[in-house]
């Protein structure tokens, strides 16, 4: 069945394990929600004993690859006992553009599991699927399914409010929801900025204007949009979302920042990829905040586009524009927007390889 938001928070409401589905497909273009709710459901299924990038006993994670060449049938690995006689939980990732026979890996698994053959519980976690895609077919009809889409900011709120409800953090109704509209874009990355908030504060506190401005360079909506753009050489496009984060009083290092980031970021890409289109196409979907599927492309383009010595030199360049900042605050907007123009004026000037 296809399994709906409240129901799915019904079920790990109850303190009862069987409750919940002992196999469930996470799917969508919402990576980050279906990060958050395959925690979730592997914590309660453990007693609360899982966190993502921790080797729990009682969890094994693998993807198809490892099912299709040569490995261990997937109800093979739910029939396996833990080391400690526990619950073994499978996790699997099924990464976008891979081809499998989903009938032949699913069907007798996921029916073994209906009839309670198994004692072991199964996560899928994939991007987007067609409706006629077998593998949403099959977990529809004789499993669970959960569709990750975007969310908006009152889907997030609930979370939080008891985030910052449990660390006694004090905000603003309606800055609260001015955070709730930027945190929904991703809720791993929002997951990330509220453990960055509680970290700032310890328990206790209040957050104001300045301090969630300083928390979420993304405050102002404009930021990620001035940095594509000035990446990509869309120097006209730059000036019009300067001018936007001007009238909003965003501070000029912030934006320096900002860029300086997204530096390392495309750096960082690159040594991860090596050239291969493959494995940079791969980092960009597992990188941590979610990249947007529209921006994946542009994105992509970037890496390509500039090469290692260029970033590095922008990167020099940042320090300095902050520097001069700093000691004459009177020109901030002009040394940034000449940094920020600079390096859509870069763009097809050196910067490729």
């Known amino acids: 069945m296809i399994i709906k938001?409240?129901?799915?928070?019904?079920?790990?409401?109850?303190?009862?394990?069987?409750?919940?589905?002992?196999?469930?497909?996470?799917?969508?273009?919402?990576?980050?929600?279906?990060?958050?709710?395959?925690?979730?459901?592997?914590?309660?299924?453990?007693?609360?004993?899982?966190?993502?990038?921790?080797?729990?006993?009682?969890?094994?994670?693998t993807n198809i690859q490892a099912l299709t060449r040569g490995g261990r049938r997937l109800s093979d690995l739910l029939c396996s006992p833990s080391l400690f006689g526990g619950k073994q939980v499978v996790l699997l990732e099924v990464r976008e553009g891979e081809r499998f026979d989903a009938k032949k890996i699913f069907e007798n698994c996921l029916e073994e599991l209906a009839k309670g053959k198994s004692a072991g519980s199964l996560i899928v976690r994939t991007a987007m699927l067609r409706k006629d895609a077998a593998l949403r077919k099959i977990f529809a009809e004789k499993a669970t399914a959960f569709a990750s889409y975007e969310e908006s900011g009152e889907d997030v709120l609930p979370m939080l409010r008891e985030v910052l409800d449990r660390e006694k953090i004090l905000v603003e109704n309606s800055l609260l929801q001015d955070m709730a509209e930027v945190l929904s874009v991703d809720r791993m990355a929002a997951l990330q900025?509220?453990?960055?908030?509680?970290?700032?504060?310890?328990?206790?506190?209040?957050?104001?204007?300045?301090?969630?401005?300083?928390?979420?360079?993304?405050?102002?909506?404009?930021?990620?949009?001035?940095?594509?753009?000035?990446?990509?050489?869309?120097?006209?496009?730059?000036?019009?979302?300067?001018?936007?984060?001007?009238?909003?009083?965003?501070?000029?290092?912030?934006?320096?920042?900002?860029?300086?980031?997204?530096?390392?970021?495309?750096?960082?890409?690159?040594q991860a990829s090596h050239g291969n289109s493959l494995k940079l196409r791969n980092a960009i979907a597992s990188w941590r905040p979610f990249v947007l599927f529209h921006l994946r492309e542009r994105l992509s383009g970037q890496v390509r586009r500039w090469n290692a010595n260029s970033l590095l030199k922008l990167l020099g360049a940042g320090l300095d524009c902050e520097k001069l900042i700093k000691s004459r605050a009177s020109l901030q907007w002009l040394l940034t927007e000449r940094y920020i123009l600079g390096i859509s004026k870069s763009v097809g000037k050196g910067a490729k390889k």
């Open 5 to 61: 938001r409240a129901a799915l928070e019904a079920c790990l409401a109850k303190k009862e394990k069987t409750s919940l589905p002992n196999a469930l497909l996470l799917y969508g273009p919402n990576e980050g929600l279906s990060r958050y709710y395959e925690q979730r459901v592997l914590a309660a299924h453990l007693a609360g004993e899982a966190s993502e990038g921790k080797n729990v006993e009682g969890v094994v994670r």
């Open 193 to 270: 900025e509220l453990e960055k908030i509680t970290l700032y504060y310890g328990t206790g506190g209040k957050i104001d204007n300045e301090v969630w401005q300083l928390l979420s360079d993304w405050h102002s909506g404009k930021i990620g949009e001035l940095l594509y753009d000035a990446f990509d050489g869309y120097g006209e496009n730059c000036l019009i979302n300067l001018d936007k984060l001007r009238i909003a009083q965003v501070s000029g290092i912030v934006i320096i920042r900002s860029a300086m980031r997204h530096i390392q970021f495309l750096r960082n890409l690159r």
